[in-house]
């Protein structure tokens, strides 16, 4: 048996010791990390950041989606983008623990991995229905009962699993797809012994998007999804909120269609301000917003100056 030169006038117990040592290390990195196990929302209520990136991978985020968890379940899932379906994994979340689903919009960074979550929930005991909700369509966009459809429906890319959405067809729990039309005053969407859900409709470019509320325990997390910031309803939906998660997508000074699309900073601020929130996250940070941390926080806190943060994936906010 041949050793490399190196190693010829080395003590054999040397060499062992060290083999021992690469492979105690190569186990380790084999083994699952503990690390990963659920470790926001044990107790109470908290926003978990599952993605805080945009559109652009070589922002190494995740893309868009958010969870919200009371006393260790995971409740509420807001939105579904690329890479998202992994960071629930990493959160400890399961689907089967999901009440509903709630969409801001189906562009590809917010609904790019909806596919993913429903088929991992297949290995799942889950026997009740998963409604879904989200916004109507256009001649952009499918509204949200047509979104669902197009994957998981018998004419559906994922027609192999349309027992998910044809009655009777199966023996699977049946998702429950339902299309919001609202407007600039908050809209009672769904309720159940835990939560309230309401929704405005918030103006994104040409593509229908809705802004979410949830009122959990006595506590309440907005999330604006992306929007240009115009019109009245994020105020109104945000007013007194424990926790607002704004979307950072565009720096101060942002023209044309990045613009019509997203809000800048102080834009954020002021609604942040004029709603009274008692805490502000900004998220959806994208190569164009990052590393423009100061300047941002400089536009905020010209108008807002309660707590801020800048989300990262998997960030845990409490709300106390
Ligand atoms: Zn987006």
């Known amino acids: 048996m041949s050793q490399p030169r190196f190693f010829e006038n080395f003590p054999s117990v040397v060499i062992s010791v060290c083999s021992l040592i690469f492979l105690l290390l190569s186990a380790c990195a084999a083994l699952p990390s503990l690390t990963t196990a659920q470790t926001c929302g044990a107790k109470g209520i908290a926003a978990q950041v599952l993605g805080s990136g945009g559109p652009e991978l070589q922002d190494k985020r995740a893309m868009s989606s958010y969870l919200i968890w009371q006393d260790g379940q995971a409740r509420v899932i807001v939105d579904a983008g690329g890479g998202s379906a992994l960071r629930f994994g990493e959160s400890g979340a399961q689907m089967s623990m999901l009440d509903v689903i709630l969409f801001t919009h189906f562009h590809v960074d917010h609904s790019a991995d909806f596919a993913a979550l429903i088929k991992s929930s297949w290995f799942e005991d889950r026997k009740r229905?998963?409604?879904?909700?989200?916004?109507?369509?256009?001649?952009?966009?499918?509204?949200?009962?047509?979104?669902?459809?197009?994957?998981?429906?018998?004419?559906?890319?994922?027609?192999?699993?349309?027992?998910?959405?044809?009655?009777?067809?199966?023996?699977?729990?049946?998702?429950?797809?339902?299309?919001?039309?609202?407007?600039?005053?908050?809209a009672a969407?769904?309720?159940?012994?835990?939560?309230?859900?309401?929704?405005?409709?918030?103006?994104?470019?040409?593509?229908?998007?809705?802004?979410?509320?949830?009122?959990?325990?006595?506590?309440?997390?907005?999330?604006?999804?992306?929007?240009?910031?115009?019109?009245?309803?994020?105020?109104?939906?945000?007013?007194?909120?424990?926790?607002?998660?704004?979307?950072?997508?565009?720096?101060?000074?942002?023209?044309?269609?990045?613009?019509?699309?997203?809000?800048?900073?102080?834009?954020?601020?002021?609604?942040?301000?004029?709603?009274?929130?008692?805490?502000?996250?900004?998220?959806?940070?994208?190569?164009?917003?990052?590393?423009?941390?100061?300047?941002?926080?400089?536009?905020?806190?010209?108008?807002?100056?309660?707590?801020?943060?800048?989300?990262?994936?998997?960030?845990?906010?409490?709300?106390?």
């Open 129 to 186: 229905p998963l409604p879904v909700y989200g916004p109507p369509g256009n001649d952009f966009m499918p509204a949200t009962t047509e979104f669902v459809s197009d994957f998981f429906g018998d004419k559906g890319v994922y027609r192999y699993l349309s027992e998910l959405l044809v009655p009777g067809e199966g023996g699977s729990y049946l998702m429950q797809p339902h299309t919001v039309v609202a407007e600039s005053t908050p």
């Open 189 to 320: 969407v769904f309720h159940n012994d835990n939560f309230a859900v309401t929704a405005v409709r918030v103006i994104h470019g040409p593509v229908p998007a809705l802004a979410w509320r949830i009122e959990i325990a006595g506590k309440s997390i907005v999330f604006s999804g992306d929007t240009n910031g115009e019109g009245p309803g994020l105020l109104h939906l945000a007013a007194n909120a424990d926790l607002f998660i704004a979307h950072n997508a565009v720096p101060e000074g942002a023209e044309g269609v990045e613009r019509r699309l997203h809000m800048p900073p102080s834009v954020i601020g002021q609604i942040a301000a004029d709603a009274k929130v008692k805490h502000l996250v900004l998220s959806h940070r994208m190569l164009r917003t990052l590393g423009k941390e100061e300047q941002t926080q400089a536009e905020i806190r010209k108008r807002y100056s309660g707590p801020l943060d800048f989300a990262n994936d998997l960030d845990c906010f409490p709300v106390k």
